[in-house]
């Protein structure tokens, strides 16, 4: 242990033993305005800033020992100190922020729900497990407060005027990369074939897909929505259809419910209802929201997933609805 660190060891242990335990250097780490990434100032007049052995400072038992860090305490006890970089920055240091140590199946299993390896690793053409540098990618700077913010909780990339304007919903966050005008750099896309959603996203959701700012009107056919919070001119997030953090659907298509479906009936999305796309068949996933209110062409037949109410259970979905097509009642 270089011999600054093995000084602030032995201040700090005199200090437990004066206090019964508790850290004569020890601070709260404030929420308000986002401040659970340390700082320069971090003991105060900047003196743990760069320190490297969070243990010089901290006693394990005693992190997170309050009524507000009961619900990760436990975690952190069988983490250790490898865990805070992921919440509370590097500390100016070298050292890795860590993601994967406490969201994973053990320990988060639901924060978020990552099952599978198709997820947004930002390869269309690999599937691996997400690593803690993916997290970060969209995750830097999140509170960590089990309330999710997208102003607060994703990263901060500029929109096509080139300013940091915050994220009013999830959707303007994911535009800020799928679109054909302005990428963020290292993050380029170069479009697979005309059209290609992923780059022309943007314009799709802004003037195009009923999904988006266009809005269905829920005058057609087939119209009908199951009992949620979905109303026809709904904003529906990307990440109401789209699982970013793991789905064994190509395309990011959800798999169960319970990792989009965001305004669905709760007693309905946790069960959850499980989703399977196959040969662009997405009756499955299509009926999580979609109920027709005119019993037509077979509308009653269970798509497999044990709901009914969509106007078709078999074959392509694709031959009508596609992302882009601007003259459809839906995608």
Request: aromatic share 6%; hydrophobic share 30%.
């Amino acid at each position: 242990m270089p011999k600054k660190s093995r000084l602030y060891f032995l201040i700090t242990l005199l200090g437990c033993l004066l206090l019964g335990g508790q850290s004569a250097f020890a601070r709260d780490v404030v929420l308000a305005n986002n401040q659970i990434l340390l700082t320069p100032n971090h003991g105060d007049d900047g003196s743990a800033w760069g320190q490297t052995e969070c243990i010089s400072c901290h006693v394990k038992r005693n992190i997170h020992n309050t009524e507000a860090g009961k619900p990760i305490r436990d975690i952190v006890l069988e983490t250790g100190y490898d865990s805070c970089t992921g919440c509370h920055g590097q500390n100016g240091t070298s050292a890795k922020r860590e993601c994967v140590i406490c969201h994973n199946a053990d320990l988060l299993p639901k924060n978020p729900i990552m099952q599978n390896k198709k997820n947004h690793n930002f390869s269309v053409n690999k599937d691996n497990a997400l690593t803690d540098q993916n997290c970060l990618d969209c995750h830097d700077r999140s509170d960590m407060d089990g309330d999710f913010e997208a102003h607060v909780d994703l990263t901060h990339y500029p929109a096509q005027s080139g300013i940091d304007m915050p994220y009013r919903n999830q959707t303007e966050f994911c535009l800020r990369c799928h679109n054909q005008d302005q990428q963020q750099p290292g993050f380029e896309m170069q479009p697979r074939f005309l059209r290609d959603p992923l780059v022309m996203m943007a314009k799709n959701y802004r003037y195009i897909d009923k999904h988006g700012y266009p809005k269905g009107s829920g005058q057609r056919t087939y119209a009908g929505l199951r009992d949620s919070d979905y109303q026809y001119g709904t904003l529906v997030e990307c990440t109401d259809c789209h699982a970013m953090h793991g789905t064994h659907n190509a395309k990011l298509i959800m798999d169960r419910s319970d990792t989009g479906a965001f305004l669905l009936n709760p007693e309905l999305r946790e069960q959850p209802v499980f989703i399977d796309v196959e040969k662009g068949n997405y009756a499955q996933h299509c009926v999580v929201c979609h109920e027709s209110e005119v019993p037509v062409e077979k509308t009653d037949e269970d798509t497999g997933n044990g709901l009914s109410g969509v106007h078709q259970v078999s074959g392509s979905c694709l031959d009508c609805h596609v992302h882009g097509m601007a003259v459809q009642t839906g995608l």
